[in-house]
């Protein structure tokens, strides 16, 4: 079976502070792609990064990094200095054969 | 290049009364897809389109919901003897090419049954 779990349901914190959302998959398959998504309050979904099963590296993106670790299922997101800009729900997402989206965390960034 | 469009953008209608809901994905993208958003929650899969066929319908909730795509483009979502509990944001992505491409989502048409 395929799971994507946030645990973190929402998650305050104050401008120009670091922020990590976890996301924890669950698949039997061997070749996934795990992808993080932004909604912001306008409602449309806004795809943030594709990682595929086979690549551990980390990745950095302007303030934005994701931390892979096929070890403990994990593929984490860190917004780095954070803006009210930032503030929305992130969406973890896996695929296999079918694409499987968390319940997403809500980030609120405050000034 | 233009994005996913859906129409309409909102719909409301009376319980028991057949809604359609449209797609218009990005030029060349082969794979379509629909979920449905309720309030707080994360995309439920609806409906999973590989050109014209349906390569995966298993998130129709029921018989009363159907969707089609004959072109390999436009798709149609049809929800037949619509029920309040259908009420919620029906989103529409498209992906270059199967599953294991991003997906860009449209707007959304948000449905409300009264």
């Known amino acids: 079976a395929q799971k994507v779990t946030q645990a973190q349901t929402e998650i305050s914190v104050v401008e120009k502070e670091d922020v990590t959302l976890d996301c924890v998959y669950e698949?039997?398959?061997?070749?996934?792609?795990l992808f993080w998504y932004k909604q912001p309050p306008s409602g449309e979904l806004v795809f943030l990064i594709r990682?595929?099963?086979?690549?551990?590296q980390n990745e950095i993106s302007g303030r934005y990094s994701w931390n892979f670790q096929k070890s403990t299922s994990s593929f984490n997101f860190t917004i780095t200095a954070s803006q009210v800009v930032d503030s929305a729900v992130y969406f973890c997402?896996?695929?296999?054969?079918?694409?499987?989206f968390g319940t997403g965390t809500r980030l609120k960034v405050l000034a | 290049g233009a994005g996913v469009s859906q129409t309409p953008s909102n719909k409301v209608t009376e319980k028991g009364k057949y809604v359609e809901l449209r797609c218009d994905p990005i030029?060349?993208?082969?794979?379509l897809y629909w979920y449905r958003q309720s309030l707080g929650q994360g995309p439920e899969f609806l409906i999973y389109?590989?050109?014209?066929?349906?390569?995966?319908d298993s998130g129709l909730p029921n018989d009363r919901f159907f969707a089609v795509r004959p072109e390999g483009s436009v798709s149609t979502l049809k929800i037949q003897r619509t029920e309040r509990g259908d009420s919620a944001v029906y989103l529409c992505?498209?992906?270059?090419?199967?599953?294991?491409?991003?997906?860009?989502f449209g707007p959304g048409t948000r449905l409300t049954v009264t």
């Open positions: 992505a498209s992906s270059l090419d199967g599953t294991s491409y991003e997906q860009y």
């Open positions: 698949t039997r398959d061997t070749t996934y792609y």
């Open positions: 990682r595929n099963s086979f690549d551990e």
């Open positions: 997402a896996l695929s296999t054969y079918k694409y499987i």
């Open positions: 030029s060349g993208h082969t794979a």
């Open positions: 389109f590989q050109g014209t066929g349906a390569a995966d």
